[in-house]
Each structure stands twice: as structure tokens, then as C-alpha cells.
């Protein structure tokens, strides 16, 4: 049933996001610019040229963070693990609020690749200061590591930000927003967002045995490590291209996951695919609320989703036992 809800709100909402917006069409002008996409005309102009492209980074975004929360959870065994708790969201601002420091202008591919090189570089630094030799991760330092690093990272960033006078550069990526996608920005970064979500699907098998149990992992055979790094990895490529895309959001990889571990058995092979399809539903609609609540102002995605996340952050704590 909830399937089918999802799928229905997924269906709904790509239909709402090309017709709404500042400027709200006609069923029978969608329809008539569907049918003849090539035609110059002002309706074109809105709903080819700057509605869909922008419906299918906020598909691919909300897929790619929801589809890398869940890993992070299987991966760490922390019900509240998510790439923004844990630095990797940090780490990409950081890195790109340094570039654009350095550089006047900047390609999208170097905007990914600067993305990619701060979410290593959070995610090492995480993962180093929360292993134990002989005892693996801990999952208390694990969160206590993440929550660190993003506050160093993120002051950094303001830092920078304010000494060379960046304000307003940024401003559109620290509140996050899908105002500024195109097709050929989204033909560059796309591409490694789907790659992400292929390659995570392929071992879907093997982090449904590692989120079990480490131990029982290695006596099944597993080579636990080269797992880990090539899942962390994959969260690395989502994680870099959805902030290359949109900026910096967060909670939608803790949200996501465990609203759909409600109806689904912990197999990955099943509730991957299933996590990207609700987080995709989930940014559409996010999207249509951030452009129709105060047109033709944009709300920041970043409030919107905080809204929402705060909340049932929270009431994961009181769940207590479950953590």
C-alpha cells in the first residue's frame, strides 16, 4: 500500500512540478508543449528549458541522499547516520567555498570534483578519529566525530566566506535550491549521481550481510573492509553530485531510510532501490512547496527540509531503545 501511495505521489508530482511555479500552466498547455517540445514559445521556454531539467535534478538528488543514508546506516549499523551528520555535506561546502576563493569561474565538472575532494577528505578525517584499533568503529564516536567535523567545517567555511567577501556567491548554496539547474549542468553531474546509484545497487547483497554483524560478515566470507571502502565510496559520488547540484541539505538520508523500514525487511537488494524512489517523491514535492509558498520568491530548500527533519530527528531520540 505505501508503494502504491508513493508511487502515486511520484507520478503526481513530476505532473505538479512542470505545471506549477510562478507562473501556473493548463493542463492542455503542458499537454501541447509535451507533444512539441521543439517549438519556440514562451510555454516552452518554462517548462522545457527550465521546469523539467529542474524536476529531474530534484529526482536525482532526493534518490541519490536517500539511497546514501541508507548505506551509511547498513554500513556504520547507526540508525542515525546520514552523509550531513557525519561531515561529508561539510566537507563538500568547504571545499567549495575555498574554490570559489581561488577561482573566478568555475565549470560544473570542477564544481563536482572540488565536491568530491572535500567529501573524501570530511569522511577520512570521521572515519579516523572515530576507529579504535583492534575494535572497529564506534558508533557513539562515529556521530561525536561527524557532528565535530561539520562544526569545524562549516566555521571554516564562514571564515572564508566573510574574509574574502563570498557572501554572495554562496548564500544560494549554503540554503540550497534547484533555481540555478540547466541541461547541460545537469548532462555533466547526472551521470555520476546515476553511476552511484547503479554500483550501490549491485552490492546491495553484500551490505545486507555487513549491516548485520561484522563477525558474522567475515564467517560468511566476506571481505568486510573492501566492502566498506567501496561502499563508502559510492556515498562519496552520490553525496559530492547532489551538493554539486543543489547545495547543501541534510536529513533527508536520515528521514528517508527509516520511514521506509516501516514496510520493508531489511534487504537492500529490496529497500535500496525503494529508499531512492521515496526520497526522489520526497524532493519533488519539496521542490513544488519552495517555489509555490511565496512566488515568484524562492523558499531555501534547506528550511523547508529542516522543518520536517528537526522533528523526526528528534522523535528518533525519544525512541531511545531503538538507537
Same mark, same amino acid.
Given at each position: ?13 513530476? +505532473?505538479a ?7 501556473t500552466y ?12 521543439l517549438?519556440d514559445?514562451?510555454?516552452q521556454?518554462?517548462?522545457?528549458d ?5 524536476t529531474l535534478? *530534484?529526482?536525482?538528488?532526493?534518490a541519490?541522499?536517500?539511497q ?11 540508525p542515525?547516520?546520514?552523509p550531513?551528520l ?6 563538500s561546502?568547504?571545499?567549495l567555498i ?7 569561474n ?5 564544481i563536482?570534483?572540488?565536491c568530491?575532494i ?18 572497529g568503529?564506534?558508533?557513539?564516536r562515529?556521530?561525536? *566525530?561527524g ?6 567545517f ?8 566573510? +574574509?574574502?567577501n563570498?557572501?554572495t556567491?554562496?548564500i ?6 534547484l533555481i540555478?539547474?540547466n541541461w ?7 551521470p555520476?549521481?546515476?553511476a552511484?546509484l ?15 554483524n561484522?563477525?558474522?560478515a567475515?564467517?560468511?566470507g ?6 566498506t571502502?567501496s ?6 559520488l552520490m ?11 541534510s ?15 531489511k ?5 535500496l532501490?525503494?529508499?531512492a524512489?521515496?526520497?526522489?517523491t520526497?524532493?519533488l514535492?519539496?521542490?513544488i ?7 515568484p ?8 527540509i529542516?522543518?520536517i527533519?528537526l522533528p +523526526?530527528?528528534?522523535?528518533l531520540?525519544r525512541?531511545?531503545k531503538?538507537?
Amino acid at each position: 500500500m505505501a508503494v502504491i501511495l508513493i508511487l502515486l505521489l511520484f507520478v503526481f508530482g513530476w +505532473y505538479a512540478g512542470l505545471r506549477f511555479g510562478a507562473v501556473t500552466y493548463s493542463h492542455t498547455q503542458l499537454l501541447e508543449v509535451l507533444k512539441h517540445p521543439l517549438t519556440d514559445s514562451r510555454e516552452q521556454d518554462v517548462i522545457v528549458d527550465l521546469r523539467l531539467p529542474r524536476t529531474l535534478a *530534484a529526482i536525482l538528488v532526493g534518490a541519490a541522499m536517500a539511497q546514501a543514508g541508507a548505506i551509511m546506516q547498513g554500513v556504520t549499523r547507526n540508525p542515525i547516520a546520514d552523509p550531513g551528520l557525519l561531515g561529508i555535506n561539510a566537507g563538500s561546502g568547504l571545499a567549495l567555498i575555498i574554490a570559489y576563493a581561488v577561482f573566478d569561474n568555475m565549470h560544473y565538472t570542477r564544481i563536482l570534483t572540488v565536491c568530491l575532494i572535500g567529501a573524501f577528505a570530511s569522511a577520512l578525517l570521521v572515519f579516523g578519529l572515530s576507529y579504535q584499533k583492534g575494535k572497529g568503529y564506534n558508533q557513539l564516536r562515529l556521530i561525536l *566525530a561527524g557532528a565535530m567535523v561539520s562544526t569545524l567545517f562549516s566555521a571554516l567555511g564562514q571564515a572564508v566566506t566573510i +574574509y574574502f567577501n563570498l557572501s554572495t556567491a554562496v548564500i544560494g548554496w549554503q540554503a540550497g535550491g534547484l533555481i540555478q539547474i540547466n541541461w547541460r549542468m545537469l548532462a555533466i553531474i547526472a551521470p555520476f549521481i546515476a553511476a552511484g546509484l547503479i554500483l550501490a545497487q549491485l552490492l546491495a547483497h553484500q551490505l545486507t550481510i555487513l549491516s548485520l554483524n561484522e563477525t558474522v560478515a567475515k564467517a560468511l566470507g566476506q571481505h568486510t573492509f573492501a566492502i566498506t571502502v567501496s561502499l563508502l565510496a559510492i556515498v562519496l559520488l552520490m553525496s559530492a553530485g547532489a551538493v554539486a547540484l543543489v547545495g547543501s541539505i541534510s536529513f533527508i538520508g536520515l528521514i528517508i531510510p527509516h520511514f521506509m523500514q516501516m514496510f520493508l525487511p531489511k534487504n537492500y537488494r529490496i529497500l535500496l532501490p525503494m529508499t531512492a524512489f521515496a526520497g526522489a517523491t520526497f524532493m519533488l514535492w519539496v521542490d513544488i512547496v519552495c517555489r509555490t509558498l511565496n512566488p515568484p520568491a524562492e523558499t531555501p530548500i534547506s528550511a523547508i527540509i529542516s522543518i520536517i527533519g528537526l522533528p +523526526y530527528f528528534l522523535w528518533l531520540v525519544r525512541k531511545g531503545k531503538n538507537l
